[in-house]
């Protein structure tokens, strides 16, 4: 079971994250309207940093929370 603090705390990154996706989401809707990759020939590394590192954020958390330690 989770603790009051780790629920928050869970919480708060799942809004991170969710405003990360409606940024970046924002961005590549605009740069494909503007003429896709010329427009914006970052934006490709952009999400793959982004996505690589949610996923990482969340794989830290599920083997923290699984091996019973107390978060720091």
């Known amino acids: 079971?989770?603790?009051?603090?780790e629920k928050i705390l869970l919480g708060f990154l799942g809004a991170i994250f969710t405003?990360?996706?409606?940024f970046l989401?924002?961005?590549v809707i605009?740069?494909?309207?503007?003429?896709g990759l010329k427009a914006c020939p970052?934006?490709?590394?952009?999400v793959?940093?982004?996505f690589a590192g949610m996923t990482?954020?969340?794989?830290?958390l599920?083997?923290?929370i699984g091996t019973g330690r107390p978060l720091k």
Request: with cysteine.
């Open 30 to 35: 605009y740069c494909m309207e503007n003429g």
């Open 62 to 64: 599920i083997t923290n």
């Open 42 to 46: 970052e934006i490709g590394k952009r």
């Open 56 to 60: 990482a954020t969340v794989l830290a």
């Open 19 to 22: 405003a990360q996706v409606c």
């Open 1 to 5: 079971m989770l603790s009051a603090k």
């Open 25 to 27: 989401g924002t961005g």
């Open 48 to 50: 793959e940093m982004t």
